[in-house]
């Protein structure tokens, strides 16, 4: 079992960063890949990023290739992902996800944290 609590989420105006956190508990983290996903107002969830167990492999939707990053810390049991050049449309709740096979489903979710950006 895998509890998930993502933090760091907030206000910001275009163009600006912020950088969410996931913290899971149980001392298995090292053995999930994590993602991040997010879901704007009346739409569906949508993948962001993911990272392998080790870290050595990420991959990004589209939409944010080039500005977010992921990353993770394993001694911390802690999943960051790094946002920049932060667009409207980047507003949603973002949540993190664990899964146990890199690419497949995804077995553990947090609760989400709201990312505003205004124009």
């Known amino acids: 079992q895998v509890q998930l609590v993502e933090s760091g989420g907030g206000l910001v105006q275009a163009g600006g960063s912020l950088r969410l956190s996931c913290a899971a508990s149980?001392?298995?983290?090292?053995?999930?890949?994590m993602g991040w996903f997010r879901q704007a107002p009346g739409k569906e969830r949508v993948f962001v990023a993911r990272?392998?167990?080790?870290?050595?492999?990420?991959y990004y939707a589209d939409s944010v290739k080039g500005r977010f990053t992921i990353s993770r810390d394993n001694a911390k049991n802690t999943v960051y992902l790094q946002m920049n050049s932060l667009k409207p449309e980047d507003t949603a709740v973002y949540y993190c996800?664990?899964?146990?096979?890199?690419?497949?489903?995804?077995?553990?979710w947090g609760q989400g944290t709201q990312v505003t950006v205004s124009s």
């Open positions: 149980g001392r298995t983290f090292s053995s999930y890949a």
């Open positions: 996800a664990a899964s146990i096979i890199f690419g497949g489903s995804y077995d553990y």
């Open positions: 990272i392998s167990w080790s870290g050595s492999d990420t």
